[in-house]
């Protein structure tokens, strides 16, 4: 009887131990998954100076931000620092662009002519404080948007109900080397989200492709330019990227290849995955610049300066457009 009895206690003993083992297991599991969000406090860096230049031939007033850069924490927009003196020069032709001081920004307006031409190479000087700072950017060549298409989709897993898809039509000019920011707003609203930064190298993703003097390859020409956003009410279900009455709206702008690097690495520091996986991605850190300081090379500076051609096209779904879809389908 004792033996069974000193059995049955260490069975019991052992079981509660095996418990024990198994709860503090789900609990540092659990405790792993957790997160916490903090507001730590940080040490004020010092401050840089920010040139924010990407000039285009919009005949639009071309702005350039000069500003200080901001703790990492800061909510805020930041403020211009005023008193600067801002300049492009055409080195080709010798023409200068004096930017005007206003209330947020430095800006130049186009009369008759927009700015710059294709193939001029530009040189951006910014003086603050009597510091002075320069950059240089070659415009490049933009091909035309061809035609913009509406596609008919039946419903499907995702989209609960008949949709629409779309895709502009353009080719990359023969020569390799060419780089490019494809810009897209729907009904007005700028696609750009971190995700939604649509580049191109030549007719494809990146320099090496075999795809000089092609028409943009699917994903850039039609993946970046359909929204899926999430249904606000259906778990699981998104929203259709196109129904009859909305609009799509494409601009593809030149970049020269450092711009191109530059929003490459950008893309990187700000498509973060968030959660747990920050632990493995790439750490935060300051971008390339081609902004550069003349004299005293240790004054710390960052942003970029970048000159672009651009072409466009919109178009809106109609329901005559609509029903032609529909009939290809």
Not at 50 to 61: H, I, L, R, S, T
Not at 65 to 88: C, D, L, M, N
Not at 245 to 254: K, R
Request: aromatic share 14%; charged share 20%; net charge negative.
């Amino acid at each position: 009887m004792t033996t069974v009895t000193n059995r049955v206690r260490r069975f019991t003993q052992n079981h509660i131990l095996i418990m024990k083992n198994i709860f503090l297991t789900l609990a540092t599991v659990f405790a792993f998954a957790c997160e916490t969000e903090i507001t730590p406090k940080l040490n004020a860096p010092a401050e840089i100076i920010v040139v924010d230049a990407w000039v285009n031939q919009k005949m639009e007033p071309q702005k350039i931000r000069i500003t200080r850069s901001q703790p990492y924490f800061e909510q805020s927009i930041p403020k211009k620092i005023p008193g600067a003196h801002v300049v492009i020069e055409d080195l080709n032709s010798g023409e200068i662009y004096e930017f005007q001081e206003e209330a947020e920004s430095y800006f130049w307006y186009p009369t008759d002519q927009p700015f710059g031409k294709v193939g001029h190479q530009y040189k951006l000087t910014v003086t603050v404080d009597d510091q002075e700072f320069e950059a240089f950017s070659l415009m490049g060549r933009v091909p035309p948007i061809d035609s913009i298409i509406f596609h008919y989709n039946p419903k499907d897993m995702i989209v609960k109900k008949e949709y629409y898809t779309a895709e502009f039509v353009a080719s990359d000019p023969a020569g390799a080397g060419d780089a490019y920011w494809i810009k897209a707003w729907k009904n007005g609203a700028f696609l750009g989200n971190p995700g939604e930064l649509n580049m191109a190298y030549d007719a494809g993703f990146s320099a090496g492709q075999p795809v000089d003097g092609q028409e943009f390859i699917i994903p850039i020409r039609k993946d970046f330019m359909n929204p899926y956003d999430p249904h606000p009410e259906k778990a699981n279900e998104l929203l259709p990227p196109y129904e009859v009455g909305d609009s799509l709206y494409v601009e593809i702008h030149s970049l020269d290849h450092l711009a191109f690097d530059f929003l490459y690495g950008l893309y990187f520091q700000i498509a973060r995955p968030g959660g747990f996986a920050e632990l493995f991605s790439m750490p935060l850190a300051n971008t390339s610049t081609n902004i550069y300081p003349v004299g005293d090379e240790d004054t710390p500076v960052t942003g970029f300066f970048n000159t672009s051609a651009v072409s466009s096209r919109g178009l809106k779904l109609s329901e005559e457009l609509a029903k032609a879809s529909m009939k290809e389908h």
